[in-house]
């Protein structure tokens, strides 16, 4: 897990998150934290709830929904996202593969997902956020 977090630390210095929304930028931080400190489980959650916000934010803005409460499910927002090209089929696959990381944790406690499960979860994230809109305004 050391290296694991180690090898999360050296990807989050080289990405530096150039133009990401502060907020993203934060909750990023407090995932490699739960990572490097164990909490594999509430890492991959909070990740999952990044991706889940922003698509929510979309969805709000293009006139889909009025609030967070009335959008779709995660899975339902990631098809249509994929479908409206928000995110590119290759990212969907990924995001997928978090979303079925987070269910596996957090439905069977006992389960250990794998060290590169996490980090392919943690890279194929960041990639999404940039994807969607979690950057900075201009």
Sequence with gaps: DFCLSRGLGDVYKRQEYDGINDAVAIKLEQVIKLISDGEQKLAIEKLTLIIESLLKEKYIEEGKAKDKKS???LHNLLHYARDCKWITNHQFKFSLFVK??????THNIEEKVS?????ISFVAGIEIIYQLKGLKSA
């Design 115 to 119: 060290t590169n499960s996490i980090l």
């Design 100 to 105: 079925e990381n987070r269910n596996e944790l």
């Design 71 to 73: 959008c779709p499910t």
